[in-house]
């Protein structure tokens, strides 16, 4: 079946432009596929059924290919075949509605409590920018939202005195929860001296200011988090959302249950959330302040 490749090669080289090297990992893909085909009894590509590419993206899985190769493998033989198809080379193509394959889900990084509690005291909160840093890290920390959730919230989205946060998720959604009275004390210090982060008489909306006055970016989060991470003598990189990957871990190994944790954190499907233990249910608040570390 050899023959049919070199005009698919011609006509990638000619009408896509692509790189030689790319060239080269479609002909070695599709060679191997061609040979592990006819051994199994494919003489032409008409031959050749969804069957035989499902047994081979088997054989590759099975020998311990990487989900990179298995689905490299896979994108060259719907190339090849949808390229034998237009030319009327095959009278079906037995690529049809066949899936990537999906990689298994990243183990989320967490940190210890006793590296987040390090971590939440590496702010001096001698100064009205450290009270900041110190309120946000709390917040975070205490509600298990996104960074993109913390620097869109406005003065009033978080009650301290009722000890809740209104924010908005990714989809617009809102949703409330209960934050602990740590936070809660911090948020309402980090308001009593917000006005000296301001410029002038200019009016904002943005709970978090940075140092212009304006609305505290994500990079500028960043930036933050990566300075106390250091600080703390924190060795592992550790980003904004590793503060949601702790606050779900540690309200799990408390014994809450995972619909609430899905609840706090907005997961629209519980099996996103499901990366982090297994279910039971209980109410959202009395979990929240029964099982949180800093609930209290």
């Known amino acids: 079946m050899k023959p049919y490749l070199q005009p698919f090669l011609q006509y990638l080289s ?48 099975g020998a311990g290919r990487a ?17 034998l198809l237009k030319e009327r080379l095959i009278h079906q193509d ?10 298994a889900p990243k183990t989320p ?10 971590l939440l005291a590496a702010p001096e909160s001698s100064t009205p920018q450290g009270v900041r840093d110190k309120a946000m890290l709390e917040l975070l920390y205490a509600t ?17 005195g009722l000890r809740f946060a209104r924010c908005i998720g990714a989809s617009g959604k809102e949703r409330v ?41 994500r990079q ?3 930036k933050i988090i990566k300075k106390y991470a250091k600080e703390a003598g924190i060795g592992q990189d550790i980003t904004p959302h590793t503060f949601r990957h702790s606050f779900a871990a540690h309200l799990l190994e ?4 995972l619909r609430s944790v899905q609840q706090m954190l907005g997961h629209a499907d519980i099996s996103t959330t499901q990366i982090y233990s297994g279910i039971a249910r209980k109410n959202m608040k009395e979990v929240y302040e029964s099982f949180h570390p800093r609930a209290k």
Not at 67 to 83: D, M
Not at 144 to 160: A, H
């Open 177 to 217: 929860l209960p934050i602990g009275a740590v936070a809660a004390e911090w948020v309402a210090g980090y308001e009593g001296c917000r006005d000296k982060l301001l410029r002038g008489s200019r009016e904002e909306a943005a709970l978090f200011l940075n140092s212009l006055g304006g609305r505290l970016t």
């Open 144 to 160: 298990g939202i996104r960074v993109s959730e913390l620097i869109s919230l406005n003065v009033g989205d978080v009650q301290t």
């Open 14 to 61: 000619g009408d896509r432009g692509l790189s030689s090297s790319t060239l080269e990992s479609y002909g070695r893909d599709i060679s191997q596929f061609l040979a592990f085909a006819e051994e199994r009894g494919a003489v032409t590509p008409d031959d050749i059924r969804k069957s035989h590419i499902m047994l081979y993206v088997g054989a590759l899985r």
């Open 109 to 118: 990084t967490v940190l210890s409590v006793e590296e987040v509690e390090r």
């Open 94 to 103: 037995p690529t049809l509605d066949m899936e990537m394959a999906r990689p």
């Open 67 to 83: 989900i990179a190769t298995v689905n490299r493998t896979t994108v060259s033989l719907r190339a090849f075949f949808h390229f």
């Open 220 to 222: 500028g989060f960043w």
């Open 254 to 257: 408390g014994g809450a249950d």
